[in-house]
């Protein structure tokens, strides 16, 4: 199934054929960000795609339409554009040549957003390879990605023989004014040059001839046309189509159809002389197409469990603290029964309060330990543990969640490395209770537990959110268990693993921290907690690195306004 959201992104979804993919444009990052989330919460493995222009690409096709309305003929245009590198043009207040060097999403609240989508996707679909590295810079880690070309339909016509130079600038889906650069580029040429774009107009009266795509003399230009100028400075799919009739073709440096397409002559779109001198080029080079990719599976591939762990899988233990949240703690074993390992348990411990025997009873993997005395979360975990004696173990407070293939992956990862930990991100879920005491989401943030951590950064803290990790029993004859003496009894653990055992790292949202008033976080003191982590319980005498590490962290962690918790990335409701 594709999700497509902008007009840009549902022609490619229509052109994409049976892939499970969510197709977006930047203005659609929250549309596309909340549909990755609902994915994900179903443990389903998807491709997301961000349809990313081009910086420079962008810049041009704002900044030529505007050059050519000036007054003093082609010469003064020309003398401009030629300038713009320079840094003597200004354009929104900037010169252009620090507009050309922004990053394709200078918004940061655009950025953070591409950053979590892309965070959220198992995989990446992209139309380059050059792509690729424009939106890893984007991205925590590199994703998986997966080659995808898309050629969109061009006339095939019967080329023949004809007394003067052709070009024809292909831009069917722009309109007159976003192909001004190349028409300018080209107006020197010696030639027949025709546009192709959606409103088949010609730029401010330039000496081209201008049709519509749809134009029946459209087939006259491409059978006189010696050179295709395909300027979408992102999708190669047209320079590679025109590429199988043997055209000279020139495209954008940005596009990646080098990749695909032998002899392009490539220009960069800031750069006017370029269009001229590639076009020229392109006369004497007839491009031909190299082998494509072949077509990306319909889903992410990913590791399955070795054929003798599916016959007999080890347990893995979820331990559940509760107290008085019935309602949270039935979802939060619904979240279990849903998961694909085959064979998930759990552990509730009902830290003294009102009774829950009958939802346990719903659930034959669940067991229940009940408690005499309310002692918190960080006992209950530990009196859990106390009842599991072998596989692996995790903790899940019982507002959180756990996505389907959570559980699986994790094990997946130990069983085929011999890893002892493995770890995977986590998504803040913000919600707030509603008059029926169901949550209701307020917004999200998938750019804080996305990291792993060295060693030596553990010893500080870690971006790993306590229930997305998971242990081999083992793993406590080396370092012990969690700590009662302890409230940040999952982060002080972790330091102790991290100095013996190597994390498996599971770059993929599997968890939620669901973010609410009455949420453990809240009510400590967390600074005075982690200056006694430190200072108590883990010193580090001749580790200067972790000293300064230490001392930026309390800085932090002093300078946040009172009540501070992440602040969502995306926002769905007021609070």
Not at 528 to 540: D, G, M, W, Y
């Amino acid at each position: 199934m594709i999700s497509a959201y902008g007009a840009r992104a549902l022609r490619y979804a229509a052109a994409m054929g049976d892939i499970d993919a969510i197709v977006v444009e930047p203005l659609f990052l929250g549309e596309g960000y909340v549909e990755a989330v609902r994915r994900r919460g179903e443990g389903r493995s998807f491709y997301g795609m961000l349809l990313l222009d081009e910086a420079r690409d962008r810049t041009m096709t704002q900044l030529v339409p505007a050059v050519l309305q000036q007054t003093g003929g082609s010469d003064r245009h020309r003398e401009i554009l030629y300038s713009v590198q320079g840094g003597g043009i200004q354009m929104n207040g900037k010169s252009v040549a620090d507009v050309l060097a922004e990053s394709n999403l200078a918004d940061p609240n655009l950025r953070a957003a591409a950053k979590e989508f892309l965070t959220l996707c198992p995989a990446m679909l992209v139309r380059s390879y050059v792509e690729y590295e424009r939106l890893s810079t984007f991205a925590v880690h590199r994703r998986p990605y997966e080659l995808i070309v898309l050629e969109p339909p061009v006339p095939f016509v019967e080329r023949r023989l004809h007394e003067r130079p052709g070009f024809v600038i292909w831009a069917p889906e722009r309109d007159a004014n976003a192909a001004a650069f190349p028409v300018f580029g080209l107006a020197e040429l010696h030639g027949d040059v025709t546009l192709v774009s959606a409103d088949g107009i010609v730029p401010n009266g330039a000496g081209i001839t201008a049709y519509t795509p749809g134009d029946p003399r459209v087939a006259a230009a491409l059978a006189t046309a010696d050179v295709i100028v395909c300027p979408d400075a992102t999708d190669p799919g047209g320079a590679i189509a025109f590429s199988r009739a043997g055209y000279g073709i020139v495209a954008p440096i940005s596009s990646g159809v080098e990749e695909f397409v032998r002899d392009v002559c490539a220009y960069d779109p800031a750069t006017l002389r370029q269009m001229h001198v590639a076009a020229t080029m392109a006369l004497t080079l007839p491009a031909s197409l190299r082998a494509l990719p072949p077509v990306p599976p319909r889903v992410p591939l990913r590791p399955s469990l070795p054929a003798s762990v599916a016959v007999a899988p080890p347990p893995a233990t979820l331990v559940i603290p509760t107290f008085n949240r019935r309602a949270d703690l039935e979802n939060c074993l619904q979240c279990l029964a849903a998961q694909t390992y085959p064979n998930v348990q759990a552990v509730v411990v009902n830290d003294a309060g009102a009774p829950v025997d009958d939802i346990v009873a719903r659930y034959p993997f669940a067991r229940l330990r009940n408690l005499e005395k309310n002692s918190g979360a960080v006992e209950a975990f530990i009196a859990g543990v106390e009842l599991v004696s072998n596989g692996y173990v995790a903790i899940l407070p019982d507002d959180d969640w756990l996505y389907p293939d959570h559980v699986e992956l994790l094990v997946t990862a130990m069983e085929r490395t011999g890893a002892a930990v493995a770890h995977a991100n986590t998504l803040i879920r913000y919600v707030r209770r509603s008059s029926t005491g169901a949550f209701e989401t307020i917004g999200y943030n998938a750019g804080i537990f996305i990291e792993t951590a060295t060693p030596t950064e553990a010893m500080v803290a870690t971006p790993i959110g306590g229930h997305a990790l998971m242990l081999r029993m083992s793993v406590f004859a080396d370092v012990g268990g969690w700590r009662a003496d302890c409230i940040l009894a999952d982060q002080e653990i972790q330091m102790r693993v991290a100095q013996c055992h190597t994390f498996a790292y599971v770059d993929q949202v599997t968890a939620e921290w669901r973010i609410h008033g009455e949420n453990f976080s809240g009510k400590v003191d967390s600074i005075a907690e982690q200056r006694r982590v430190f200072e108590e319980l883990h010193p580090a005498p001749g580790r200067p690195i972790i000293a300064a590490m230490r001392t930026a962290t309390l800085d932090r962690m002093l300078a946040r306004p009172p009540g501070f918790v992440f602040p969502p990335t995306l926002r769905l409701l007021a609070q």
